[in-house]
């Protein structure tokens, strides 16, 4: 509870030494885990956080929001492979466990999203189009989504889907500048 409070204060290094001195009490605690990775994570401290989030899901393999924590960390942290590997460990552990699953799904779609861009950096768009089009499918209101995906279909010399993604991005953030600018390219 401690943690929690320090979390809520965005207090982060008393985060991590509430869930250090917790761990010492209750060494399979998922929950300490997953607040001192996410305290790390916003310290910068990502090498630390990564270590922290594998003992989350070490304990927890079913936590869809654990992945995402996870994937986004290894995401800033350039390590693509990193990412399709973990990704892959979700999908064997959605299979494993399905019905335990705390399923949410923005956080589903953001597993698939973080997963499309380890794909498009590691030059296999077309897997990246497939993941991007799964979140899509669990949150059709994000307009990063459809932003991301127009990027590949411009890659792909696709205007015209490019074009169609472009418009729904513009439709849900309409104050974003940089998908009026991308569009604009397509255009040109």
Partial sequence: LKAYIYAYLKDYENVILAANEGLKLDYEN?????????????????????????????????????????????IDEHKFDNVISIYQMYLQSKDIY???????????????????????????????????????????????????RANIYSDKKDNTNALLDYNKAISLSPKNGLIYYNRGSVYL
Avoid at 126 to 132: A, F, N, Q, V
């Fill in 98 to 148: 399905h019905s335990e699953m705390k399923e949410d799904d923005q956080f589903e779609a953001d597993v698939h999203f973080y997963a499309s861009i380890a794909y498009y950096y590691r030059d296999n768009k077309d897997k990246s189009l497939e993941l991007l089009d799964k979140a899509i499918n669990l949150s059709p209101d994000f307009s990063g989504y459809y932003s991301n």
């Fill in 30 to 74: 998922d929950k300490l885990y997953d607040l001192k990775a996410n305290s790390l994570s916003f310290l910068g401290k990502n090498d630390e956080a990564l270590l922290a989030y594998e003992k989350a899901l070490q304990f927890e393999k079913y936590n869809t929001r654990y992945y995402n924590n996870y994937l986004t960390t290894l």
